[in-house]
Structure formats: C-alpha cells, structure tokens
C-alpha cells in the first residue's frame, strides 16, 4: 500500500491537486492507496503530523486483512513538506521504531523539502513556543540518512526547479541518498546517467516518466536520459 502526503503552505494543504489525485491515480494503476491528513502550522505542535503518520500506518498494518493489503513493503509518497515528514518519518530520531511499525519499504518524494533552513526558528516560536527540545521541522532529511534507510525516489518537473536547483537548468545537485534516483554530482549537479530499478523478471521503471518501461537483461543495468539500456559494472 501507499501513503500519500500531500505539501502545504501555513493551514493550507494541497490535497486536493495532489494527494486525492495522486492515490486515484494509484487506484486505477491497482495499488491501494491512503491520502493522509495530517496537522499543520499551529496544529502541529510536539510533533504532531509525525504522530499522524504513525498512527495511520499503524491502523492500516492492524487492520491490513480489513483493506486486503500486505502491512509490510509499503510506500510512502510525500509533497514538499509531505516529503519531509516522509524523510523524517523512515528515520531513527522520530520516525518509525517509535509506533512500532514496519520500515516503509520505499520513499517517493515529489520536490521534498530537505532543509526548512531560516524558518526553522520561525516554525518553533509559533508552533512550539516554551519548548527546548527539538522538533520534526528541525530535522533534515539527508541527516536521517542511515545504512538501513529505506531506498529513496526523487523527482521534480523537468521545467520546474526544485530546493537548491541550479538557476539555469532547475536540477538540484544531488538526490538525498545512496541508491536515489538519479545518481549524484555534487560538482556538475545530476549525472546524465539514471540507476533504475529492477521490478520484476527483467523490467525496471525510470522514475520521472511513469510511462517509460525498460528491458534488463543484466542486474545492475544502468539507463541513460535517453532510455537506452546500458550494462553495468
């Protein structure tokens, strides 16, 4: 199953345009999806939308005969903030371990915020005033990052831009962990080459056009922007 989290801007959500769109989507595709309606702005406080999160994918996995779902391998899918909350959420610090749930078996973040960078203090003031200990909002996601992370999918609009993207060409220089999609960069922003990853006997998916559908013949293939199937090392 799929949990989707859609962005928001203060005490508006985008879950319209992105979160009930995206699981009807996943609907027709056959997966059995979740729009999740988590707190935010002053809602939020102690930690609120990653309480929301955990409580849902507890309920789903408890209740998984009832929704005729696998309460293992599930997915979480995250806009914007959405996708912070995801990131922190796989994460030791807040995340998981602490509901007693099962890691998510894979991360798809649409334009994620990493790093609310100067508003954090602003977030902690309005949200968490008179509280010294730390918050999810405080957290970044590529310092949750541990050997065990759940594998990550990063994508944005080719003519869009996403945090930290270069001013010309809107791609941002690196995605946010090991085995992410596209490799990373750090000196010249994104390789040309995507890694893609093996679905099933032979097929793989390039994340970014969910309509282009690859033939590997070879564990480890690697394709290009192109789609061209090239044999890896």
Same mark, same amino acid.
Request: with cysteine; charged share 25%; hydrophobic share 25%.
């Given at each position: 199953f799929v949990v989707v989290m859609s962005g928001n801007v203060l005490n508006n959500t985008a879950n319209m345009s992105e979160g009930y769109a995206t699981a009807w989507r996943l609907h027709q595709m056959g997966y059995a999806a979740f729009v999740l309606r988590y707190r935010v702005f002053l809602k939020a406080k102690d930690n609120a939308p990653v309480a929301d999160l955990g409580n849902a994918v507890r309920f789903i996995t408890t209740h998984a005969g009832q929704f005729h779902v696998q309460p293992e391998n599930y997915a979480l899918l995250g806009y914007s903030s959405g996708g912070h909350l995801a990131g922190v959420f796989s994460g030791d610090e807040l995340g998981y371990k602490h509901y007693g749930v099962p890691k998510p078996g894979a991360l798809l973040l649409?334009?994620?915020?990493?790093? *609310? *960078?100067?508003?954090?203090? #602003?977030?902690?003031?309005?949200?968490?005033? *008179? #509280?010294?200990? @730390?918050?999810?909002?405080?957290?970044?996601?590529?310092?949750?990052? %541990?050997?065990?992370?759940?594998?990550?999918?990063?994508?944005? @609009?080719?003519?869009?831009?996403?945090? +930290?993207?270069?001013?010309? %060409? +809107?791609?941002?220089?690196?995605?946010?962990?090991? +085995?992410? #999609?596209?490799?990373?960069?750090? /000196? /010249? +922003?994104?390789?040309?080459?995507?890694?893609c990853r093996r679905l099933d006997a032979g097929r793989c998916e390039l994340l970014g056009d969910p309509d282009q559908r690859l033939n590997l013949n070879k564990k480890g293939a690697e394709c290009d922007e192109r789609s061209e199937c090239m044999s890896g090392k």
């Open positions: 649409g334009y994620p915020i990493n790093n *609310f *960078f100067e508003y954090k203090p #602003v977030y902690h003031a309005a949200i968490d005033p *008179f #509280v010294l200990e @730390g918050r999810y909002y405080e957290l970044n996601i590529s310092d949750c990052v %541990t050997d065990d992370y759940p594998p990550v999918y990063h994508w944005y @609009g080719e003519n869009g831009s996403a945090p +930290g993207a270069e001013p010309r %060409t +809107g791609k941002a220089p690196c995605a946010l962990q090991r +085995g992410a #999609v596209p490799q990373c960069d750090p /000196r /010249r +922003g994104y390789r040309r080459r995507h890694r």
